[in-house]
């Protein structure tokens, strides 16, 4: 069975920091990009970050350039999401999501095959 399972979320004040998790299973890892997305209220779905956790390649939106920071840990099948100096606009809920690296279409989630149920990311101004 497949599964994504994100964790980590939480609230805090601008200028902090959280640490997103998510903890894949179910699928060939190395063969895989895994994104981190965001959807705030009323808004559309953004994609955040990307890696292929195959050869470590990476992809962030301008938004959050300088700021986040992807890394996995291949044998543990995780990828996290370090986010730092969090502002109010980056509140939403994060979701994680898994395709094959040579089918996806970053930042897009075409080709996004398994996603995770979300954890979600409150910035205080």
């Known amino acids: 069975e497949v599964q994504l399972v994100e964790s980590g979320g939480g609230l805090v004040q601008a200028g902090g920091s959280l640490r997103l998790s998510c903890a894949a299973s179910?699928?060939?890892?190395?063969?895989?990009?895994i994104g981190w997305f965001r959807q705030a209220p009323g808004k559309e779905r953004e994609g955040v970050s990307f890696?292929?956790?195959?050869?470590?390649?990476?992809y962030y939106a301008d938004s959050v350039k300088g700021r986040f920071t992807i890394s996995t840990d291949n044998a543990k099948n995780t990828v996290s999401l370090q986010m730092n100096s969090l502002k109010p606009e980056d509140t939403a809920v994060y979701y994680c999501?898994?395709?094959?690296?040579?089918?996806?279409?970053?930042?897009?989630?075409?080709?996004?095959?398994?996603w995770g149920k979300g954890t979600p990311v409150t910035v205080s101004s």
């Open positions: 179910g699928f060939p890892f190395d063969d895989y990009a």
């Open positions: 890696i292929v956790s195959g050869d470590g390649s990476t």
């Open positions: 999501a898994a395709g094959l690296h040579n089918r996806v279409a970053v930042p897009s989630s075409y080709g996004m095959d398994y």
